[in-house]
Structures are given as structure tokens and as C-alpha cells.
């Protein structure tokens, strides 16, 4: 009897576990571009062009290779638009009573496959190098489950950047050389810009009518959707932007929103590109002398480390992770995050990459955006819909742990040690951001100091109870403690003015 295989937008890959299960002659592979997973945030238009295009891209190469695809185009009229009421309209159309799916990538798809009236198996999804099994097993009785240890197991288990049983170059990490502010570039090649075809120019046409409400501008689009596409995109970030993207990982400049970043995580998290075969492109660059090892290493981390690192947490930690809210924060997102006016600087400039690229990088999601969130008192569950809703390469799996643990600290510590939070200093450090801001970097109250100064402080005074004894901030509250307090007076209160005008829904 046939049976469906369930192929979703971010399991683009002919490796996928579905796949490997599936008998090419007799079994129909089901693939459907519905309202269901385009709307239950409000995605980025880029988002949701990227991913249908990838998909009808994937469902061609799947025909051309002799597979029956049954897909469901956005606008078809039988279209029921969830995932299960195509499943359960092609079940009944084709005389199927069994379904064989890759694990999806969020919790609520995975419980929406439960409750089909049909045989589903979830095989797991090995395009990951580390299982979740192997994951749990190494969490399993640890005090503390930290990034480092987890990323040096994956390295003795890949064998990427190992001497024998040493790393390479005898550290594990390069990260002190890898801080260093960037100044302007004419020369610097950005990612590869590939032009739409037939295909994806229909789809941007089909977003363009379907979302035109949606944060975030569509055109211009020249993302890779195919898997050629992205192997292009991959080498052109090896040889032009990799050599430098060690050194200048952290930077942000206000008028260059790429730098040396490599772009390709939409590719890896749909699918188009595998986890170890960009690592080992990264690794025999290396070998060949064309890339320092701080950036190969600090490329690799972020694969084989963090990346693989978050998605087991998210995972281990089960369906209700989202609902984290550890430190009690309520405060309303407010609409700068939307491209409403700010006179902080780095936060326009943030936001407005956003829009435009459905993009921004670590440094700035992490220490501009959530920072400022964090600092606020935002109800991270506002912060997580809003990451998930306007970054290219957001999927619950990644996104989730990624706010909700390493941004917000929401999670109480399981994800990060402690909270990533910075003064306007840091930001200054790292950027041109502030030289033109309307804001003084270096004034921590009065009407026009930094935001970040103030809300620096007020967070640390108001957690005092859950982080003083914190041994990685037992410095930064004895800085406080030493300030006279007519200065602590200020600048508590200049927090407290701050946190008023948001709430005021005011330009801050």
C-alpha cells in the first residue's frame, strides 16, 4: 500500500531520514506551501519567499531523480493550508493510511502529527551530528550544561581541528582574538548574491500579493533556493569573507550589515547544506593556509558547538521552554522593534537590517536588540515570537534556546551562566554605532545619557537577590557598590525615566 512521506520546508536535504525510509516506487512524497506555518507568527516576506521557493526548487530535483511528488502550491484552491489536513486530503485521495515523517523542528508540529488519525512514524533527524540520544547522555547528571565542554566532545568526535587527541594549535578556543572592531571597507567582498529564476521569481510574486502587511521588505531577493544555489554561496564565503571573519566576528558597522558573516545559516537549517560538509570545507581552507585558525575555529564552534548545543537543550528541555519567564519580565516589545523611531542609534540600525535582509548577526541580535529587551524587562515570550517572526534563518529549535536561554535568560541559567548584558561601552567598543547617536555613550544619566547606561545598573540593582552571588558578577556589583551613592541615586533614576517612557508607549 502507498504511503506519504512527509517532506517540511526546513528538511530540504536527499539525505533526510523520510527519505531513507521511503521506496521510490511505490510510496508519494507530500510537500504543501500552507497558511498553517506561513502565519502563525508573522514572518518576514523574505522568510517566507526563501522557503516556498527552496521547497519547489527541492520537490523539482525530487521528480528529476524519479519520485512522485504530490505538492500543494500556496494558492492552489484545494489547498486545506495546515500540514495535517494535507496529509489527510492526500491519504484520501490516494488510498494511504501511513505516514513517515522526519521529526519536525518545533514542538507544536510534532504534537499536530500525534494526533493524525493515521499512522505516523517520526523517524529522528540525522542531519544533525549529534543525536539527541548521544546529547542526553552527555547532560545526563552534569551540575552545569555548558557550551564548551559539549563543543570539545564534538570535536574528538568529528575530528575537526584535532592533532591526535590535542586540538589544533594546542587551544580549544581562540576567542581573544576574535573581538576586534572593523572600520569601513570598499573592497570587502559581501555574501553571494544569486538572481532569482523562473521559480522563485513566481513565489516572490505570490509573497508579494499574499503578505503585504508583513515586517520586512521582499525586494531586493538574492538569497540561494536550491542547492546548487547554496554550494555557490558557501565557496564564495570560504575564499572571500572566511580569512577574516575570526578577527571581526563581533563588529558592527552601521553602514556595512554583513561584514565578514557567512550567511548560510538559512541553508544549513533548511536543509541545502549539511552541518559537516561546511565544516570541512572550513577545515581544509585551513589545512591549505588560506584561513588562520582563529577563524576556522570560531567558524566551527558555531556549528558543531552552539548550533548543535541548542537544539539538543531545546529538545531536552520539552514544549514548554517557550513559556520561560525566570526573572518575571512583562514589559510590552516596544514598536522600535517594529521600525517605529528610536534615537538609539544602534537599535535603528538593527532593526532597520532587519527589514531590510531579514538578517542580522550574532553580535547584534545578542548585544543591541536582546540586550536592550533584556535590560527592559521585556516578556521574553514578545522577544521570541519577534525572533522568530523576522530573522531568515529563525526555527523554533534554533531560535528558541537562543532568546529564551542565551538572550533573556529566561530559562533561569541553563542555557548561559549568566545574563549577556552590557553598557552602552561595549557597544561603543564594537561599532561606529555611537559617534553619531542622539544619545552620549559616555553619560549614565541626564537627558542625554545612553539608555543602556542606566538600564545596565537598574537590571543588576533589581536581580541583586538572584545574581549577587553569581561568581562571574561578584566583580560588577562591587563596582557598584563602590559608586557614591548620589551617582547610584541618578542613575537608578534615570533607568526608572527610561522604563516610564516605554511604557508610555514615548520615543526613547
Given at each position: 500500500?502507498?504511503?506519504l512521506?512527509l517532506?517540511?520546508?526546513?528538511q ?5 531520514a523520510a527519505?531513507r525510509?521511503a521506496?521510490?516506487?511505490?510510496d508519494v512524497i507530500v510537500m504543501a506551501?500552507?497558511?498553517g506555518e ?5 514572518h518576514h ?6 522557503v516556498?521557493a527552496?521547497?519547489?526548487h527541492?520537490a523539482k530535483?525530487l521528480r ?8 500543494t502550491?500556496?494558492d ?5 493550508h495546515t500540514?495535517?489536513?494535507?496529509l489527510l486530503r ?5 488510498g494511504?493510511?501511513?505516514v513517515?515523517?522526519?521529526?519536525p ?6 504534537a499536530?502529527l500525534?494526533?493524525?488519525?493515521l499512522?505516523v512514524t517520526q523517524?529522528?533527524?540525522n542531519?544533525f551530528i549529534?543525536s539527541q540520544e548521544?546529547?542526553e547522555?552527555?547532560?545526563?547528571d552534569?551540575k552545569?550544561?555548558?557550551m ?11 575530528g575537526?581541528?584535532?592533532?591526535g587527541?590535542?586540538p589544533e594549535?594546542?587551544?580549544w578556543?581562540?576567542d581573544k582574538q576574535n573581538r576586534k ?7 570587502r567582498k559581501g555574501p553571494a548574491?544569486?538572481e ?18 508583513n515586517f520586512?521588505?521582499l ?7 536550491n542547492r546548487?544555489?547554496?554550494v ?6 570560504v575564499e572571500?569573507a572566511?580569512?577574516?571573519?575570526g578577527?571581526?566576528?563581533d563588529?558592527?558597522?552601521q553602514?556595512d550589515p554583513?561584514?565578514?558573516h557567512a550567511?548560510?545559516s538559512?541553508?544549513?537549517n533548511t536543509g541545502?547544506?549539511a552541518p559537516?560538509e ?7 581552507v585551513?589545512k591549505d ?14 556549528i558543531?558547538g552552539?548550533r548543535?548545543?541548542l ?8 514544549p514548554g521552554?517557550t ?10 516589545l516596544p ?6 523611531e528610536t534615537?538609539m542609534n544602534?537599535l535603528a540600525?538593527a ?7 531579514a538578517y542580522?548577526h550574532?553580535i547584534?541580535?545578542?548585544m543591541?536588540?536582546?540586550n536592550?529587551?533584556l535590560?527592559?524587562?521585556i516578556d521574553?515570550a514578545?522577544v521570541h515570537?519577534?525572533?522568530?517572526s ?7 529549535w534554533?531560535?528558541a534556546?537562543?532568546t ?5 535568560f529566561a530559562?533561569g ?9 552590557s553598557?552602552?561601552?561595549?557597544i ?10 542622539h544619545?552620549?555613550v559616555?553619560?549614565?544619566?541626564g537627558?542625554t ?5 542606566s ?6 540593582e533589581?536581580?541583586?537577590d538572584r545574581?549577587k552571588?553569581?561568581?562571574?558578577m561578584?566583580?560588577?556589583y562591587?563596582n557598584w557598590?563602590?559608586m557614591?551613592?548620589?551617582?547610584r ?5 534615570a533607568?526608572?525615566?527610561v522604563?516610564?517612557?516605554?511604557d ?5
Amino acid at each position: 500500500m502507498t504511503r506519504l512521506i512527509l517532506i517540511l520546508g526546513d528538511q530540504l536535504s536527499q539525505d533526510v531520514a523520510a527519505l531513507r525510509e521511503a521506496d521510490r516506487d511505490g510510496d508519494v512524497i507530500v510537500m504543501a506551501e500552507v497558511r498553517g506555518e506561513a502565519t502563525y507568527v508573522a514572518h518576514h516576506p523574505k522568510k517566507i519567499a526563501f522557503v516556498f521557493a527552496a521547497m519547489r526548487h527541492f520537490a523539482k530535483d525530487l521528480r528529476d531523480a524519479g519520485w512522485t511528488v504530490a505538492y500543494t502550491a500556496y494558492d492552489e484552491a484545494e489547498n486545506s493550508h495546515t500540514i495535517s489536513g494535507e496529509l489527510l486530503r492526500r491519504a484520501e485521495e490516494l488510498g494511504a493510511r501511513e505516514v513517515i515523517a522526519t521529526r519536525p523542528g518545533e514542538w507544536r508540529v510534532i504534537a499536530a502529527l500525534d494526533d493524525l488519525p493515521l499512522k505516523v512514524t517520526q523517524q529522528p533527524d540525522n542531519r544533525f551530528i549529534c543525536s539527541q540520544e548521544g546529547f542526553e547522555s552527555w547532560a545526563k547528571d552534569r551540575k552545569e550544561l555548558r557550551m564548551e565542554y559539549f563543543y570539545r566532545q564534538m570535536r574528538r568526535k568529528t575530528g575537526l581541528l584535532m592533532d591526535g587527541d590535542a586540538p589544533e594549535g594546542g587551544k580549544w578556543n581562540f576567542d581573544k582574538q576574535n573581538r576586534k572592531p572593523a572600520s569601513p571597507d570598499l573592497f570587502r567582498k559581501g555574501p553571494a548574491e544569486l538572481e532569482p529564476d523562473d521559480i522563485t521569481s513566481a513565489v516572490l510574486d505570490l509573497v508579494e500579493q499574499e503578505f503585504p502587511d508583513n515586517f520586512g521588505r521582499l525586494r531586493p531577493f538574492a538569497l540561494a533556493t536550491n542547492r546548487a544555489g547554496a554550494v555557490q554561496a558557501l565557496d564564495h564565503f570560504v575564499e572571500h569573507a572566511l580569512p577574516e571573519f575570526g578577527a571581526y566576528q563581533d563588529a558592527m558597522l552601521q553602514d556595512d550589515p554583513v561584514l565578514y558573516h557567512a550567511l548560510l545559516s538559512p541553508y544549513l537549517n533548511t536543509g541545502l547544506l549539511a552541518p559537516l560538509e561546511v565544516c570541512e570545507a572550513v577545515e581544509r581552507v585551513y589545512k591549505d593556509g588560506k584561513v588562520p585558525l582563529n577563524s576556522a575555529e570560531g567558524f566551527i564552534r558555531q556549528i558543531i558547538g552552539w548550533r548543535e548545543f541548542l537544539r539538543g537543550i531545546y529538545f531536552m528541555e520539552g514544549p514548554g521552554y517557550t513559556g520561560r519567564n525566570a526573572l518575571k519580565h512583562d514589559r510590552k516589545l516596544p514598536a522600535a522593534y517594529w521600525g517605529d523611531e528610536t534615537r538609539m542609534n544602534c537599535l535603528a540600525h538593527a532593526v532597520a537590517q532587519t527589514r531590510d535582509l531579514a538578517y542580522a548577526h550574532h553580535i547584534q541580535r545578542l548585544m543591541v536588540t536582546g540586550n536592550f529587551a533584556l535590560l527592559a524587562g521585556i516578556d521574553p515570550a514578545e522577544v521570541h515570537d519577534w525572533y522568530l517572526s523576522v530573522y531568515i534563518d529563525a526555527f523554533e529549535w534554533v531560535e528558541a534556546p537562543n532568546t529564551i536561554g542565551m538572550s533573556q535568560f529566561a530559562d533561569g541559567g541553563i542555557v548561559a551562566s549568566k545574563p549577556y548584558i552590557s553598557s552602552g561601552s561595549y557597544i561603543d567598543r564594537m561599532s561606529d554605532y555611537c559617534g553619531n547617536c542622539h544619545y552620549a555613550v559616555t553619560e549614565r544619566h541626564g537627558e542625554t545619557a545612553c539608555p543602556f547606561n542606566s538600564l545596565y545598573w537598574h537590571f543588576l540593582e533589581r536581580h541583586r537577590d538572584r545574581f549577587k552571588e553569581n561568581p562571574r558578577m561578584a566583580l560588577v556589583y562591587g563596582n557598584w557598590d563602590r559608586m557614591q551613592r548620589e551617582d547610584r541615586e541618578d542613575i537608578l533614576a534615570a533607568g526608572d525615566a527610561v522604563l516610564a517612557a516605554l511604557d508610555a508607549a514615548e520615543v526613547v
